[in-house]
């Protein structure tokens, strides 16, 4: 079912919306200080591409350094992305066939807004709660 969802999503929303996020990523690695944030970039694109069968964790290892780009990127980029992804995500709701859909957009509303110190990984098998120990 998953595969069936990413290829839907992939058609009417993800195809465009990683290639916004690609190219964004291209701008940031390009202005050399704002390397981090285009990886990130990268990493949302990716996610974007198929969202279904992937959730968003938080890294234990993150520091000081990724809260104080998140603070940055939520100033320039990250209230703008939200809105996006919440008006998406409400849009497709509104029809019983594009809830999936817009519950995807909510799903990639925390990564938009603060992206640093993030990790997309499967939400099944071995490597789902990486940071977690027994």
Known sequence: ?????????LV???FWMALVYALAGIVCCVLIVTIPFGVACFRIALYALWPFGNRV???????VGAGIGNVVWLVFAGIWLTIGHFLAGVAFCLTVI??????A????IPVSLMPLGREIVPTDGP??????RW
């Open 1 to 9: 079912m998953k595969t069936v969802l990413n290829v839907i999503w």
């Open 12 to 14: 009417f929303s993800g």
């Open 57 to 63: 964790v938080q890294r234990g290892d993150a520091g």
């Open 98 to 103: 594009g809830i999936p859909f817009g519950l």
């Open 105 to 108: 957009h909510f799903k990639l």
């Open 127 to 132: 490597t789902a709660y990486p940071h977690y």
